[in-house]
């Protein structure tokens, strides 16, 4: 017999993670299905900033702009843990955009986000300042403002979990392979882990991201009256380029602007490409004319160049922008479009664009959309709870944003055997949960196996049981990025000892 369900999700990226938080905290019954690992494709291939997009204001994309703004700082306050404050560094370069329209747009900027915490812009004297350490000598003077950095991958883990423990069902490795709708809602056939099992849900949420059009197809049997324009975004990892922690943002002769930022400690990021994608959305990666344009880029900044034999790692995601025509890929809207396919009331509500900065907004956006197809009562009841996804805590959250000194020097006084280095890191990842993680240990022993980089049994296990992490991969490049300081046997160790059948240390 078919389970039931309020509303069936296809996709588990940042947004449909986000959208499932939503609904079931709104005391909706959600499934949420993925067909591969929580946000494996785009969700985890992001520069990793929740930014309001300084050059979206370049295209008057002002409520874009301003929304992002505003959620900067509200999803600090509920992941203090793994968001944090950074400030961004723009040289003034001869040639590129002139002094006047940077200061203007860097006052709208500072003055439409609704900004409390985060300091505002400031000059920069980079022959005075160790902040231009490194740069070449062209470059006298810079504007410093602010933005945050977020682990991309921790945040739809995160949402995923409070779903969860909200009453969601999300199902990893599960893919939808068939979706009929009759008078009384939706069957889904779900395949995934040896079986085949159907879903009847009232409404249909369709934010599978690249794969948008493919469930639009599947579902309603006709195209999608949205497209989505595919674009790619590669960025590279190499040895850190400077010792402050500033990021870089610069302009290109291009029109296109990369970032450099201080990455894992000892690495510096720099990204991202903008070109149209094309290609099979599976087993993609960085191409050598990407890698070679990245490091052209940043090294007409720097004294020293930044050759494509220094990288150590790179990752490449594809973007589902909505296509509003835009020329260049750089022009597309980063902004989101929600399609509504409405039979009788039985609706299929497709996600198109959008950026991670503001997938909690659309998620709101889309419970908007839900309320109208539900019976009035039912929609009035749903449509007064909007807005509790910025005020409750993600998970390990549940501390004030100037506690956070605080209580991570409480974790080094509880367990000083983990040393500075790995308590930072592991509170980074797990807040106020890491508890959970380290279940009563007394010594490094207690932690099993350490497979490298400080990664033990202990740890492996919880992210199998709570964070649904199923390979190496899973782990070393998108739970974490310990997978910079890892070698090949030590992943494969990884792999063979999550796909064994050893019981939990935990359980």
């Given at each position: 017999m078919a389970e039931n369900y309020d509303i069936a999700i296809v996709g588990g990226g940042i947004n449909g993670a986000g959208i499932a938080r939503d609904a079931a905290g709104r005391g909706l019954k959600v499934y949420l299905?993925?067909?591969?690992?929580?946000?494996?494709?785009?969700?985890?291939?992001?520069?990793?900033?929740?930014?309001?997009?300084?050059?979206?204001?370049?295209?008057?994309?002002?409520?874009?702009?301003?929304?992002?703004?505003?959620?900067?700082?509200?999803?600090?306050?509920?992941?203090?843990?793994?968001?944090?404050?950074?400030?961004?560094?723009?040289?003034?370069?001869?040639?590129?955009?002139?002094?006047?329209l940077l200061r203007l747009g860097l006052f709208i900027y500072d003055h439409i986000g609704g900004r409390k915490l985060l300091p505002g812009t400031s000059t920069v004297d980079f022959r005075r300042s160790p902040i231009g350490e490194g740069l070449g000598s062209g470059f006298a003077t810079g504007y410093e403002y602010s933005?945050?950095?977020?682990?991309?991958?921790?945040?739809?883990?995160?949402?995923?979990?409070?779903?969860?423990?909200?009453?969601?069902?999300?199902?990893?490795?599960?893919?939808?392979?068939?979706?009929?709708?009759?008078?009384?809602?939706?069957?889904?056939?779900?395949?995934?882990?040896g079986r085949t099992r159907d879903i009847r849900a009232r409404i249909l949420v369709n934010a599978a991201g690249p794969w948008a059009n493919d469930v639009v197809k599947l579902a309603s049997r006709e195209p999608a009256r949205g497209k989505v324009r595919l674009?790619?975004?590669?960025?590279?990892?190499?040895?850190?380029?400077?010792?402050?922690?500033?990021?870089?943002?610069?302009?290109?002769?291009?029109?296109?602007?990369?970032f450099t930022i201080p990455y894992e400690g000892d690495y510096t990021l720099i990204g991202t490409t903008d070109r149209d994608f094309t290609?099979?959305?599976?087993?993609?990666?960085?191409?050598?004319?990407?890698?070679?344009?990245?490091?052209?880029?940043?090294?007409?900044?720097?004294?020293r160049p930044v050759r494509v034999e220094e990288i150590v790692w790179s990752y490449s995601g594809v973007r589902p922008l909505y296509d509003d025509g835009a020329g260049a890929a750089q022009q597309a809207t980063r902004d989101y479009v929600l399609e509504v396919n409405n039979v009788d009331g039985i609706g299929m509500i497709s996600v198109f664009g959008g950026k991670i900065t503001t997938y909690r907004r659309l998620a709101e956006s889309v419970l908007g959309r839900i309320v109208e197809l539900l019976p009035e009562e039912e929609g009035r009841e749903i449509a007064a709870q909007t807005g509790w996804t910025g005020r409750a805590a993600l998970p390990g959250g549940d501390?004030?944003?100037?506690?956070?000194?605080?209580?991570?020097?409480?974790?080094?006084?509880?367990?000083?055997?983990?040393?500075?280095?790995?308590?930072?890191?592991?509170?980074?990842?797990?807040?106020?949960?890491?508890?959970?993680?380290?279940?009563?240990?007394?010594?490094?022993?207690?932690?099993?196996?350490?497979?490298?980089?400080?990664?033990?049994?202990?740890?492996?296990?919880?992210?199998?049981?709570?964070?649904?992490?199923?390979?190496?991969?899973?782990?070393?490049?998108?739970?974490?990025?310990?997978?910079?300081?890892?070698?090949?046997?030590?992943?494969?160790a990884i792999d063979d000892y999550l796909a064994g059948p050893r019981k939990s240390m935990a359980s």
């Open positions: 299905c993925e067909k591969g690992d929580l946000g494996g494709a785009t969700s985890s291939a992001s520069t990793k900033l929740l930014h309001g997009g300084l050059r979206y204001l370049e295209h008057y994309e002002f409520r874009l702009v301003r929304e992002a703004l505003q959620e900067r700082e509200r999803l600090w306050s509920i992941a203090p843990h793994f968001v944090r404050p950074m400030r961004f560094v723009l040289p003034y370069a001869p040639g590129m955009r002139p002094k006047w933005d945050c950095w977020v682990e991309d991958n921790r945040l739809v883990i995160m949402n995923a979990m409070a779903a969860r423990e909200l009453g969601a069902t999300i199902e990893t490795h599960t893919r939808m392979t068939l979706a009929t709708r009759d008078k009384n809602g939706w069957t889904l056939s779900v395949s995934g882990r674009v790619q975004g590669s960025h590279i990892v190499v040895p850190k380029l400077y010792r402050h922690d500033r990021c870089f943002i610069f302009q290109n002769a291009d029109g296109r602007i990369i290609g099979e959305l599976e087993g993609f990666g960085a191409s050598e004319e990407e890698k070679a344009y990245l490091c052209a880029a940043s090294s007409r900044y720097f004294e501390f004030p944003i100037d506690e956070r000194g605080a209580r991570l020097a409480d974790v080094e006084k509880r367990y000083p055997f983990l040393g500075a280095k790995r308590a930072a890191r592991m509170f980074s990842y797990y807040g106020t949960r890491i508890d959970r993680v380290l279940a009563g240990a007394r010594r490094l022993e207690d932690l099993g196996r350490d497979f490298g980089a400080g990664l033990t049994e202990r740890e492996l296990d919880y992210l199998k049981r709570e964070e649904w992490a199923v390979s190496a991969e899973d782990v070393v490049f998108r739970r974490s990025k310990l997978g910079l300081r890892l070698s090949a046997e030590q992943i494969a």
